[in-house]
């Protein structure tokens, strides 16, 4: 009887040091090209939008789109923080960012967990989890909330957690 007790203990640490030595898969990191692709532009802004898969990088992703330049770059970063608190101190980073200009972002109502359109400069920003997808066009006064918003809630569902 003391042998089977062994042998069943001996078992089940076998078995639970083989479940904890499996590989724990990596999130897989998502490109921003891969988070506003062609279709999704298109759809948005026209037939003539062309995204630029070349010349971006990891994080940033243009598109050329008539009349105006249009980016998307995701970051990482502010963990810890609430939504609310991420947006304020998002809002205070984009006088850094656009020296001169008035930032007064209205916000974006079922968008991410928190998000922003500032119309002077043609960005809207969304907070999904510990990530942000900052959305600008050039010229700003090309864009509308709505084409930005729209392109934005394709893209949000694709951001990595």
Request: charged share 20%; glycine share 10%; proline share 6%.
């Amino acid at each position: 009887m003391k042998r089977i007790r062994w042998v069943c203990v001996c078992g089940c640490l076998l078995l639970s040091l083989s479940a904890c030595s499996k590989k724990q898969e990596v999130p897989k990191e998502v490109k921003a090209c891969d988070v506003i692709p062609q279709p999704d532009v298109q759809a948005v802004f026209g037939g003539a939008a062309k995204v630029d898969t070349t010349g971006g990088t990891a994080n940033k992703c243009c598109a050329d789109v008539p009349g105006m330049k249009l980016c998307a770059t995701i970051a990482r970063g502010i963990a810890g923080l609430s939504a609310r608190d991420k947006y304020n101190v998002y809002v205070a980073e984009l006088t850094g960012k656009y020296p001169g200009q008035q930032i007064l972002p209205e916000g974006v109502a079922d968008l991410g967990d928190t998000s922003g359109w500032l119309a002077n400069v043609g960005e809207l920003f969304v907070f999904k989890g510990n990530v942000l997808l900052s959305l600008t066009a050039n010229p700003p006064e090309k864009a509308t909330l709505a084409q930005m918003k729209a392109l934005a809630e394709k893209a949000v569902p694709r951001l990595p957690q």
